[in-house]
Each structure stands twice: as structure tokens, then as C-alpha cells.
């Protein structure tokens, strides 16, 4: 694992983690977080789904985890997320990690390797399970742009909102992956956000309600542990 990511150094741009059950809102909040503390979006979900649509070798193998539900092996996760985190210079620009780590064996292995720069702060957008379910059902994704909406919002057009390509559900929306992911879920989240909590990182928000107040939660959360992001945050923040 540790070779992954060889070559670790100091990095001074804000590098966080966010997690949350499936369903969470952890993608959308994600990529509005980033967008406003000016960090590179890092969803391993993502990097997954780019590897299975390239239909390469590796992207056939991950593709066979996440349509059932699965968590991808750590080695296969490690080696896909370290050639995106990239070298020093790269990591120096910051990064928010969307589903990553996943597991306590992952953050251990992030840590291990670029040491305590890994990240400053853990988000846990906390949402019930009973609450995700519905959330997950209605989730649809942009074929084009990959953005993720959901059928209530869109459903007079059936299109995205950014750019107007067809929505679809994701491969792994359907009601036996959704299952075995908030299981899997369920079994793994506990002893991260534990491990996690030892290490003086973790702060939880309120996940539920309309997306703009959730956006308020995390930027509060990100102020009150990283004061120096205030000025990026100020609109919100203040
Ligand atoms: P997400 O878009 O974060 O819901 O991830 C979609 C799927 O990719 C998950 O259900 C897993 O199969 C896989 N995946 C994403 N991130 C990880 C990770 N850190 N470790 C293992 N599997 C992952």
C-alpha cells in the first residue's frame, strides 16, 4: 500500500476528507465545498466509474464490485487513488477525497504514507439509513457530465440542469446493490469514524434538509476547525 503513494511531502492547501452513507448528499456537497475552498473534487467513485466507461482491463474488474455492492479490494483502491492524488506537486493544490478512505484500512494507509498532511479535517454528513432510501431511489446521474440530481427536482425534462444531457440511474441504484451498499456501510463507517475521531479529526453534521442549509453546516465546520479558510468561506461563514 505504502508504495501507492511514494513520494509524499508537505502540502499546504486545504486537504479534507467527507463521508456518509450512501444517499448522504456527500456528491453534491462535495463538489460545491471544493468549488468554494478552491481544492480539486477527488471522488473514488468517481475515478471508478471513469475506469469502467473506459472499458479498460481494470475498469471490467471494478466494474464487478461496484454493480453488486461491494467495496473494491484496497490494493485496486490505493493504486487507482494514488495515481490521481499524484506527486508532490500536485497534492500541493489541496484536495477534498469524496468516499476515500472508506474503510479503517484505507485511512491508515493514507496516513501512513503522507503522514499527518494527509488530511486536517473528517466530515460525517450524518443521515439515517430510513432516510437515504428514498433519496437513492429517486438519485439520477447525467450521462453527459456525470452530474448527480435527483427525479424530484428534474422530472418535468428528464434532463440535466448543467447541460441538458439525459439522466439516467446509476448501475449500482438498483434495490439489491443499494441494500448490500448501506450494509457494507454500516459494517465499515464505524470503526473509520472511530479511527478517525482518535486522530482529533472528525467533525459530524446534520446531513438532513434542503442541500443550501446542509452547504452552511460543512462551511461552518470547515471554519471552526481551519480558521485561515475563513476568507474563502466568508459569504457563508459570516
Ligand atoms: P460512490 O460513488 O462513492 O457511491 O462509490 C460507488 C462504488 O464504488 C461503491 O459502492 C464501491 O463499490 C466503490 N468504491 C468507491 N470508493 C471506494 C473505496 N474507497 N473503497 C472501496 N470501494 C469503493
Redesign the pocket.
Known sequence: MAAAFAGAGRQLAPRLIVLGR?GAGK?TQCARLAEQLDVPHL????L?RAEIAAGTKLGGTIGR??AA????PDDI?LDVVAARLGDNARRAAGYLL??????QA?AQALFEVLGADAAELAIEIDVPADAVLPRLAARRMCIECGMVTNLHTDSSTGRCPACRGFLERRA?DHPDAIAR?LAVYDEQAPPLLEWLRDQGLLVSVDGRGEPDEVHERLVQAVVSRIPALRVLCRAVAD
Open positions: 450512501q456528491g471522488s473514488s467513485g468517481d471508478f464490485y461496484v455492492g461491494e467495496l473494491v483502491v469524496d468516499g476515500f478512505p472508506r474503510t484505507q449500482d451498499r
